[in-house]
């Protein structure tokens, strides 16, 4: 448990408006959409269990039903981040690694 706390505090004093993030989701209708696609930070309410938006480009139509009142955003648990990055390609090349099994 402190170990998990210590990564939630890394992450909460890191993460920033702006930074690219790849995000892990456990909605089987989203998991492959989630976990293979870069979303952007775009707010944060620590009051909340869900307390950080994330807004996506290109969501396939059959997807839109799981984003709410019709908009790219999503919120997500900070335990939800598996990568971050102030710079996109970073995480490009990650998620081409994984593709690639590199």
Known sequence: MITQFKIF???QSELEVGDYVLMR???HSIVEFINNTIGKIIGFDYDKYNNIKV???????DLRTY???NTN????NI???VEFSKNKEELELKLAAKKYNL
Do not use: A, C, G, K
């Open 9 to 11: 505090e890394v992450l």
């Open 25 to 27: 989701s456990s909605v």
């Open 55 to 61: 807004t996506y480009d290109n969501i396939p139509e």
């Open 67 to 69: 984003w709410f009142n």
């Open 73 to 76: 955003d999503r919120d997500f």
């Open 79 to 81: 335990n939800q981040v």
